[in-house]
Each structure stands twice: as structure tokens, then as C-alpha cells.
């Protein structure tokens, strides 16, 4: 599926706490599960970044999402 050019995004972490940015209407997959950020773009790589632990962070659109 195409969604053109998507504005709203969130992020979700795994156990070992990575970071993912998904779209905002994403269901949500395991073992991911959803920090309570949304917004732009930026401000999904703004709270990745200022997160205590931001060693490992991924950019991620889950499967057929495009």
C-alpha cells in the first residue's frame, strides 16, 4: 500500500530498548511496544536522540506499509 508522504509518526522500543519510528496508524507488532511519542518526524527523531538510552536506535516502517 502507498500512503504518499506520511506526517505522523511514533516511536516504540523493544525489550533490549532500540527504538523504532513506525507510522502513527502502525498496529502494533511484538515485541515492540509503543513509548507514548507522536508527532512529526523530527519530533520522533528528537525524543530517540534525547532518550537515555539512544545507543541503538532503528528507522523502521513495519511491512506492507507502503
Not at 508522504?5 to 519510528?21: G, H, I, L, S
Not at 502502525?26 to 539512544?54: F, I, K
Amino acid at each position: 500500500m502507498y500512503r504518499g508522504p506520511a506526517q505522523f509518526f511514533k516511536v516504540v522500543t523493544d525489550a533490549d530498548e532500540r527504538y523504532a519510528v513506525w507510522f502513527a496508524d502502525a498496529p502494533r507488532q511484538l515485541p515492540w511496544r509503543e513509548t507514548g511519542c507522536y508527532g512529526s518526524l523530527d519530533e520522533c527523531w528528537d525524543y530517540v536522540e534525547s532518550s537515555e538510552s539512544s545507543d541503538g536506535f532503528w528507522f523502521h516502517f513495519p511491512l506492507n506499509s507502503r
